[in-house]
């Protein structure tokens, strides 16, 4: 199977920014007297701003405590502290490799897309002067369901006309690998071995490093 099309969670994948998100969350949970730490925050990887909120409420008991109006501001404020702490973000925090692996696709004709959860994307992607480099960043709203459904992943290769099975898809999250592998793709993990093994990864790397062409090419020979 010819390698035609990868499609790239944000963050956690591209730069650090999961790392703000676990930020934000963090501190609007100690708001609410809810703790949360960095093995619970596995569970809000990929997740919509709601349903990470919904999980953190869950998590400290107080799933029904809050008025559909208060968790809107919650989520409201949560992004502005986000957004506060994305004003740092330069070219150079893109993580290692990536400019490159994409430099070499574009040479190669082969499309770069982005499936994230996050309304933020276009803005980090300015920020780390890469919207060139992506043919299509699916936005979040066009899509039904969030991932672990294959949903994003699968109307980032409709857009650019490639079948499923000639994508690989790249992730951090246990829920965006089970969505890459819903939508019949190959999936990279880039974090854990032994969790994004067990969410369906065909392959996990430590880090980006080790992300190029020729990789991901024999990733999709041997796994397809
Ligand atoms: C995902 C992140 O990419 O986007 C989640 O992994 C985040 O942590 C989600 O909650 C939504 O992001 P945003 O920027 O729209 O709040
Ligand atoms: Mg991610």
Known sequence: MELKAVIFDLDGVITDTAEYHFIAWKQLAEELGIAIDRAFNEQLKGISRMESLERILIHGGKADAYTPEEKEDMARRKNEHYVSLLERLKPEDTY?????????????GIPAVIASASKNAPQILHALELTELFSYVVPPDSVKRGKPAPDLFLRGAEEIGVPPKACIGVEDAQAGIEAIKAAGMTAVGIGEEAALTASGADVVLPDTTGLNVAFLRKTLDFKS
């Open 96 to 108: 290692p490799g990536i400019r490159e692996l994409l430099l070499e696709m574009q040479r190669e």
